[in-house]
């Protein structure tokens, strides 16, 4: 199966900057598909199993990490049947000074992540990671 549709169907947005699909098979972890040029396709295998882990707690108070870029948890329904995505906004740095959007949904194989475009809000994102999601569980992938 390509995944790299999916990732165009994503991108294709005015709203999505960069999308990655990753795996979640326990101890292989990795990235599946991702945009030419993203930096999303550096999310690391620890970062996955951080954004996935049963303990939820600490998320809203550490927030996660994706390809090496801390992130506020914005909205936590990652494991929440029916809606299965997470909001969440990248940290302004000096080298980064823009807060950039994220929309990370959940099927049962894999994790898709999308970046917004600068200004875009999660509200413009999270539609389409959701839609693509709900597919992906009916499709049992």
């Known amino acids: 199966m390509s995944w790299d549709s999916y990732i165009s169907n994503l991108t294709k947005s005015e709203w ?3 999308a990655a699909i990753l795996g979640l098979t326990p101890g292989q972890e990795s990235v599946w598909a991702s945009a030419p040029g993203g930096w999303l396709s550096q999310v690391t295998a620890g970062e996955v199993q951080a954004i996935i ?19 506020t948890v914005l909205r936590d329904a990652l494991n929440v049947d029916g809606q299965n995505t997470m909001d ?6 000096e080298k980064e000074p823009d807060p950039f959007s994220f929309t990370i949904g959940r099927s049962q194989k ?14 413009k994102i999270n539609p389409l990671v959701f839609d ?4 992906l569980r009916k499709m049992n992938m």
């Not at 998320?59 to 801390?70: C, H, P, Q, S, Y």
């Open 16 to 18: 999505v900057d960069d």
């Open 53 to 71: 882990a049963g303990d939820r707690g600490s998320l809203f108070a550490n927030g996660v990490t994706l390809a090496g870029r801390k992130c």
């Open 110 to 123: 894999a994790i898709i992540i999308a970046k917004g475009v600068k200004d875009a809000h999660g509200g």
């Open 88 to 93: 969440i906004k990248m940290k302004t740095s």
């Open 132 to 135: 693509m999601t709900a597919y």
